[in-house]
């Protein structure tokens, strides 16, 4: 008889979202009271877990908080190749951004960078990785240029944590001279230091270093001023090489962390 109620019940979820799809359901299903006022449910495809509201399964799907075991993991696989990084195990408060090639096996990472979720000394950026096989190929531009694309989004500037490795300041050093060098070309000298921070949530602090070993900054009447000859912009142009690959802005969904 039990059974048979159960068959009977009333439909509970009229649709669940799972990857790419939505779903109608077709009976009920015994879900925790808590999910009963909800008409439709948000599933994890990959673990199953399952949600109220989009946004919680967006947080879920880069929260160290909800997926301690592969935060930590993450952490110690990385810790076998950054030399400076405390090793934390406290993964609640980061969130990890985690890249990946895809192929018909399914998707594997390549690399990731991790972001404390609040930064009393604005850091964008905690740890980044590329692995050692899938180095110099851009990625870890990439992974630089999306990690200021989400300071954008929440209208914030930002650093890397401190210290940096020889790679890694390597790597910042690159990206930070080519995009400041491809606005200073467009818009020749007339640009304030604090103007090119607003556009690129590049601290103030890390412009002035880049234009610095660039010899691009006079000091005049006790302020610093950007003076970007044509020529010598194009000079260092030539010099920084190839950009790394474009972070699609149009494709990240995403709400800053509250
Ligand atoms: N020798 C010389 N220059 C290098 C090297 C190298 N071995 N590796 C990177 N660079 C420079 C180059 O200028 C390169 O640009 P180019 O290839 O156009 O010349 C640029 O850095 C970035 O190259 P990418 O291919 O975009 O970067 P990659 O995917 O190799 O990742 C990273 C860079 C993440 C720093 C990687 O070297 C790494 O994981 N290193 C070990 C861990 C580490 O040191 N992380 C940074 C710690 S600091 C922090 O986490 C805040």
Redesign the pocket.
């Known amino acids: 008889l039990r059974e048979h109620e159960e068959f009977t019940k009333v439909k509970n979820i009229a649709t669940i979202e799972l990857g790419r799809y939505e779903i109608e359901t077709w009976y009920f299903s015994p879900f925790p009271p808590e999910y009963n006022d909800t008409l439709k449910l948000f599933f994890c495809e990959f673990c199953l877990n399952f949600m109220k509201r989009k946004e919680q399964l967006q947080r879920h799907m880069v929260d160290g908080k909800k997926n301690k075991v592969y935060g930590q993991n993450l952490c110690y696989l990385a810790k076998l190749?950054?030399?400076?990084?405390t090793l934390y195990y406290d993964v609640d408060l980061f969130l990890f951004y985690v890249l990946c090639e895809c192929d018909e096996r399914g998707c594997h990472m390549v690399?990731y960078?991790s972001k404390e979720k609040h930064s009393e000394e604005s850091y964008n950026?905690?740890?980044?990785?590329?692995?050692?096989p899938?180095?110099?190929?851009?990625?870890?531009?990439?992974?630089?240029a999306f990690s200021y694309e989400l300071s954008k989004k929440e209208g914030k500037v930002g650093t890397?944590?401190?210290?940096?490795?020889?790679?890694?300041l390597?790597?910042y050093r690159?990206?930070w001279t080519r995009v400041l060098l491809d606005i200073l070309k467009k818009h020749k000298s007339n640009i304030s230091i604090k103007e090119l921070s607003d556009m690129t949530a590049i601290k103030a602090d890390d412009i002035l270093t880049t234009l610095q070993g660039l010899d691009l900054i006079q000091y005049r009447k006790g302020q610093h001023a950007i003076c970007a000859d044509p020529k010598v912009l194009d000079r260092h142009l030539k010099a920084a090489?190839?950009g790394?690959l474009d972070v699609d802005v149009s494709k990240l969904i995403w709400t800053p962390y509250k």
């Open positions: 190749f950054l030399d400076h990084k690399g960078f950026l905690a740890c980044i990785l590329t692995l050692p899938y180095q110099r190929k851009g990625y870890g531009k990439f992974l630089i890397p944590e401190r210290p940096l490795s020889d790679l890694g390597l790597s690159g990206y090489g190839r790394g």
